[in-house]
């Protein structure tokens, strides 16, 4: 078992170590101590974990999906508000990205795993680890596998001066989901607003 295992989610010991592990899928499904979830919506997957039972865990990890590049010198790695995004060249020569953001909670470290092939490439997975998560507190990531999106034109106002003045600054950038977490009857229910603006309910059954 490895904590940097693409598309999984890992409790992890007082030292870091994995004690188990539960692998995504398009269902939900309790694990040991582990509730994860996802839902999938275009390039986008939302990825969830609950720990159930009584009491905090030392630490969880999710990671993202993996990419594989011919060498190091290959991998490009570019932090992102809340995450990573990893780019390498796929086989025509094109830019293929594997992005992760955390959701919840704000406080999470993300950072990336890399494993040697036996064929002299580099396997690069993203990753985010929580520490000290109590029972009943989810972990939500958005994880993205595709070419690089494209710009979305943005504009925010900041105050320039004593009298607050604004300036309108226009930047471009990537959409990500948006969530909007709420207790259910049982588990939590989750509203996710994609960046095509669809909405979606998406339910982490206790």
Not at 53 to 64: C, D, R, Y
Not at 127 to 146: C, E, L, N, S, W
Request: proline fraction near 11%; aromatic fraction near 4%; charge should be negative.
């Amino acid at each position: 078992m490895s904590e940097t295992a693409p598309d999984a989610a890992t409790l992890l010991d007082e030292v870091g170590a994995p004690t188990e592990w539960v692998p995504f899928d398009h269902r939900p499904r309790t694990v040991g101590r582990m509730t994860v979830g996802m839902a999938a919506h275009g390039d986008w997957q939302l990825r969830m974990l609950r720990v159930e039972g009584a009491g905090a865990v030392p630490g969880v990890m999710l990671t993202g999906w993996a990419v594989t590049a011919a060498g190091r010198e290959d991998v490009l790695l570019t932090p992102v508000a809340g995450g990573v995004d990893i780019c390498v060249p796929d086989e025509d020569g094109h830019e293929l990205h594997s992005e992760l953001r955390v959701l919840v909670p704000f406080d999470a470290v993300v950072d990336t795993g890399r494993s040697d092939l036996p064929n002299g490439a580099v396997q690069v997975v993203p990753h985010v680890t929580v520490r000290d998560v109590p029972a009943g507190y989810p972990v939500i990531v958005a994880v993205r596998r595709g070419p690089e999106p494209p710009p979305i034109p943005q504009m925010r106002e900041v105050p320039v001066d004593g009298q607050g003045k604004p300036l309108r600054i226009h930047q471009t950038g990537s959409l990500i989901p948006e969530i909007e977490l709420a207790p259910a009857d049982s588990g939590h229910e989750i509203t996710v607003r994609w960046p095509d603006r669809t909405r979606e309910v998406v339910a982490l059954p206790g």
